[in-house]
């Protein structure tokens, strides 16, 4: 059977979850199909562990335009390269539209995987204006007439149905995101860390990811403030998604950097083996997003032992165990699609006391880590999330 993938994000350049998944998901099925990846962006590697890889750039003529119309057009320029294809699977809205047009002008079915929703991101209008409304309009289509959706977890698949109650019920299936647990493993030398001004014999508050409105990164730097002096926060941060949204965050930190020490910035995203000696060496990982479809970041931390304190929004609690594996705080968000808390200050508060109580417990979150390695290695194989998904194709297929 021939799968064509077509994704915005792939290795080398992947800056999200949904980059992550379609990578290792795309390793384990080149074993068992033809897998052909079409990705957009600069030329890349040919051959990824034996799926044949095509890049796109943005189509001439479109240097200019809006960033939603040069994913139209980028959609546009895939589509003759999936002729012969017995099936589409795309990921993102980025991407969606390429599976859509596809799927009618070869005769195929489209499976699209949803890794977040436009409908419940509105803060992505700061970044794309008008071209928000089209996003939005490219997503709707495509959800409303694809021959499957997998959802990344049981709270996005709801999430789905809310946005999209024309969907399908029966046609929309969960199949987790994964961790290889023996990449993703706990790193005992921290020595390298040093550089980056870690000290590793403080209790250590880990962040890693994207600044984007829906990681809730203020209301980390906000709970910090309430921590105890000799606590450290080590953020390793994307950049920030409008230029609003990083002053807001630089004023934070700048504001937490004179009042206390061991607030480590690390700007940019880390290589592999760095992120993982940061989340080994820290005593507990923080994930205080407000829209989390499941969180492959919170999974990263787990595999190499690390307790998390994450709120329970999305997927996360199908991923963090309360008490178990970690801490979920929990948020009463606003029902008109940001997910702002409706009441910042006591998540802030109720943040803060989740990690203290795990920071003043070394040997429990010690605890809490290894019971993270081992749910991540019990439930969340790629080889099994690979073994769902080729379900869903054939279910597509009949």
């Not at 080149?30 to 957009?40: E, G, I, K, P, Y």
């Not at 003529?61 to 959609?75: C, R």
């Not at 149905?161 to 994964?178: F, I, K």
């Not at 190499?304 to 970690?326: F, K, L, N, R």
């Amino acid at each position: 059977m021939r799968i064509d993938i077509v994704t915005k994000e792939f290795p080398p350049t992947i800056y999200g979850g949904a980059g992550v998944h379609v990578a290792e998901l795309s390793r384990v099925l080149a074993r068992r199909t033809d897998l052909r990846v079409h990705a957009f962006g600069e030329d890349r590697e040919p051959d990824f562990h034996g799926a044949a890889v095509t890049s796109y750039g943005v189509p001439g003529g479109l240097e200019d335009a809006n960033a939603a119309i040069q994913t139209l057009g980028t959609d546009l320029t895939i589509l003759a390269n999936l002729a012969g294809t017995d099936l589409i699977h795309t990921h993102t809205w980025y991407a969606n539209m390429a599976g859509h047009l596809g799927g009618l002008l070869h005769g195929v079915p489209h499976v699209l995987s949803a890794h977040s929703l436009e409908p419940l991101r509105p803060w992505k209008a700061e970044q794309l204006g008008g071209g928000y409304r089209v996003s939005s309009w490219a997503e709707a289509t495509t959800y409303a007439s694809a021959a499957a959706v997998i959802a990344v977890s049981a709270g996005m698949r709801r999430d789905i149905l809310a946005a999209y109650p024309d969907v399908d019920p029966e046609r929309v299936r969960v199949v987790h995101n994964g961790i290889d647990t023996e990449l993703w493993t706990p790193q005992d030398d921290v020595g390298p860390l040093a550089r980056h001004g870690i000290d590793p014999d403080r209790p250590t508050v880990a962040f890693v990811g994207r600044v984007t409105r829906q990681k809730g990164v203020p209301y980390l730097l906000r709970a910090v403030s309430q921590l105890a002096p000799e606590v450290q926060l080590v953020l390793c941060a994307g950049a920030a998604d409008t230029p609003e949204l990083a002053a807001e965050v630089n004023a934070l930190i700048e504001e937490l950097q004179s009042t206390r020490d061991g607030v480590v910035v690390i700007e940019g995203m880390l290589p592999r083996a760095e992120i993982m000696q940061v989340l080994s060496q820290a005593t507990v990982f923080a994930c205080p997003s407000i829209y989390e479809p499941l969180g492959i970041v919170n999974l990263e931390a787990m595999a190499c032992g690390t307790a998390v304190v994450a709120s329970a929004v999305g997927g996360i609690p199908e991923v963090v165990q309360e008490g178990a594996t970690g801490r979920l705080v929990a948020v009463e968000q606003a029902s008109d699609g940001t997910g702002t808390p409706v009441d910042p200050d006591r998540f802030v508060s109720d943040f803060a006391a989740a990690l203290t109580a795990v920071l003043e417990d070394p040997d429990r979150a010690r605890r809490m880590g290894e019971a993270g390695r081992q749910r991540a290695i019990d439930h969340f194989s790629w080889e099994s999330i690979a073994d769902q998904t080729l379900d869903v194709y054939e279910s597509a297929r009949r």
